[in-house]
């Protein structure tokens, strides 16, 4: 993969997201096929991923408990909220039932009748169909796995 630029807004609060009136700044990254740091991981994923008419947001701040979590991406439709988590194979169990809680919570916070929140988990290499339905078995909600 050759490098590219990305532009994409970070740091918004979730808030901001939801309300439209995002508080973050739309920065620029170098995508490196040299994927080392979190950051390029990340970015490698949005870069898959990337939807047309979809607004990406990177880094975006959830409180959680005492402190504030960083949603690695999330991306907007309308009212469709898509929260992104990305995992290796060794974590993916804790990753999907953290994905699961936050999703929950941010349910809880905003009416869910009004918008529709749905996660997706980012891995380079899925585990076996009897470990995700396993899994999928114990969550409140609907987790998507996309191999990238």
Known sequence: MASKII???TNSTLDSI???KSDGIVKQYLLD???KLKNQE??????????????????????????IKRIE????????FYIYKISNKINIDKDIFELDEII???????????????????TRNLPNNEVI???QENLSNFITYIKY
Do not use: C, H, Q
């Open 7 to 9: 532009d994409i807004n």
């Open 18 to 20: 939801i309300k439209n």
């Open 33 to 35: 096929s040299d994927i």
């Open 42 to 67: 990340i970015l490698t994923f949005y870069n898959y991923i990337e939807v047309n008419n979809f607004e990406f947001f990177f880094k975006v701040k959830f409180p959680y408990g005492r402190r």
């Open 73 to 80: 991406l999330v991306s907007k439709f309308k009212n469709n």
């Open 104 to 122: 929950s919570l941010i349910k809880e916070k905003y009416n869910a009748t009004k918008f529709i929140f749905e996660g997706f988990i980012g």
């Open 133 to 135: 339905n396993s899994i």
